[in-house]
């Protein structure tokens, strides 16, 4: 008979493997040979949790838990199950049982702090027990790490470099910590600061790609686009897919006047908006959509915005399909029409967009933002895609002819820049409307005020072969 540890690795190497269906049948398996072990349950519930069963997930925990499993780990698995679920406070419980086993434990500090955060948007709340853990380990680099990024996503960014230098110097200037004090001090305008920072992380560790990606985001903050552009482009060589790296190549030529920008910020060629489809069980993709509507209202469970992503005043759903709602699942057929017809006006070319299309696509991401008044999106891009879109399911009502509030923009890069880069396309919502375009380009949205909150769902491809 096979051991147990040798099923266990088999099983691993199937969900390292992305083979997530068969993984979990072998940890199945698994348990079926051994149901009492609490081992054997973490790593079944665990594996359910990676696939989006969260209900499973969360009983699948809690047996492990029953069998006597002292892991935070475990705590961790139920807590983002839960979370998945909407039971935000029963979650927050499974965080902190997770920290009082591990307190150093930074992974879990850090969901605990965001899950506070978007409950509350209370920043106290939110670091209170980040502080309490510092204060018996005043020495952890993590757990100060873990604060200063708390209190850069809580809009405190002069807090986040105070606390990531104090977090630097007791690293003894360990260069992914200077990586991370330079992104503070570019957050906070503190850009020679953030060159210097970035320049000592690149002296120590010149092949690291997140310490060059800091480094060339620090050359353009300070107006040096042509020494940029020497980084970027070694990295865009190493990295081709890579949609950050094409961003930020694509900001150092607009910096310099180069043409080869416009080749692929072609906004008549490659921004489009669509309607969305209308779904099996609905009578026209209008009905669709006001349900839609209805359904995210009820799943929007958050007060403001998580950690480390685009959204400002407003929540964040993630992972629709995951979510047990039918209307929430057929959103893949909904975008189904709007990125069909997107790809085949698209056609081929040699740019970093056409080149990729086989005439197909693969959804492998979706979610909903909810905005309230003041909301916005800064400018970002989507490094891991190669399509990315926004459908429009509510909004402000312009004011007037040249109010462009809620409206979605293009152009302007989410990093400083000297000079600094305006918005240079812009495109006004429409109920049920899916704007589609490169998850390359630099997108963001124009706050707006009013009762009125604005909704979305947000989704991205990967390039496939048409079927």
């Known amino acids: 008979m096979v051991s147990l540890n040798e099923l266990n690795r088999q ?14 049948s072998a940890f199945r398996a698994i348990v079926d040979q051994a149901p009492e072990n609490p081992i054997v349950l973490h790593n079944l519930a665990g594996a359910l949790g990676d696939a989006g069963r969260n209900k499973e997930a969360i009983d699948w925990a809690n047996r492990a838990i029953k069998a006597g499993i002292k892991a935070a780990e475990t705590r961790l698995v139920l807590a983002r199950a839960l979370i998945a679920e909407n039971r935000a406070e029963e979650s927050r419980k499974a965080f902190r049982a997770a920290i009082e ?59 986040e470099y105070a606390e990531m230098q104090t977090a630097l110097k007791l690293s003894a200037g360990h260069p992914h910590v200077e990586m991370s004090a330079a992104n ?26 997140m310490i ?25 060589a190493e990295f081709p897919l890579d949609q950050g790296y094409i961003a930020l190549q694509a900001s150092a030529w607009r910096m310099l006047g180069d043409d080869r920008y416009f080749e692929v910020y ?44 685009s959204v400002r005043h407003g929540s964040q759903l993630p992972s629709l399909t995951s979510i047990d709602d039918p209307v929430l699942k057929a959103v893949g057929e909904a975008v189904r029409g709007p990125v069909t017809s997107y790809i ?28 309230a008044s003041s909301g916005y999106h800064v400018n970002h891009v989507h490094p891991q895609g190669w399509l990315s879109s926004a459908s429009h399911l509510r909004f402000p009502e312009p004011r007037n002819a040249s109010d462009k509030s809620g409206w979605l923009t293009f152009g302007e890069p989410g990093i400083p820049t000297a000079p600094k880069l305006e918005a240079e396309h812009f495109v006004q919502p429409r109920k049920g409307v899916m704007a589609v375009f490169p998850s390359y380009m630099w997108h963001g949205t124009v706050p707006f005020s009013g009762p009125t909150t604005r909704l979305t769902i947000a989704a991205d491809s990967a390039p496939a072969a048409a079927t």
């Open 11 to 24: 099983a691993n190497e199937l969900k390292a493997a992305g083979r997530v269906d068969e993984a979990i």
């Open 101 to 159: 086993i591990q307190p150093l434990n930074f992974e879990a500090q850090k969901e605990y702090a965001q899950l506070v955060w978007m409950m509350t948007g209370d920043m106290a709340m939110t670091v209170s027990l980040l502080d309490r853990s510092i204060a018996a380990a005043p020495n952890s680099v993590e757990l100060r790490m873990v604060r200063a990024q708390t209190l850069g996503y809580c809009g405190d960014a002069r807090g």
């Open 184 to 209: 503070s001090a570019i957050a906070c305008d503190e850009f020679i600061s953030g060159l210097r920072h970035a320049r000592a992380a690149f002296e120590k560790a010149p092949q690291d790609p």
């Open 212 to 236: 060059r990606n800091v480094l060339v985001r620090a050359l353009l903050a300070v107006g040096e686009p042509a020494e940029a552009l020497r980084v970027i482009s070694r990295l865009r």
């Open 266 to 309: 072609d906004y008549d060629r490659f921004v489009a908006a669509f309607p969305l489809a209308c779904p099996r069980g609905w009578k026209s993709a209008e009905a669709y959509v006001d349900d839609l509507i209805d359904a995210l209202d009820r799943h929007h469970q958050f007060k403001t915005h998580p950690f480390g992503q």
């Open 344 to 371: 085949e006006r698209l056609g081929v070319g040699s740019d970093p967009l056409r080149i990729r299309n086989r005439g197909g696509y693969k959804l492998f991401s979706i979610w909903s933002i909810r905005l």
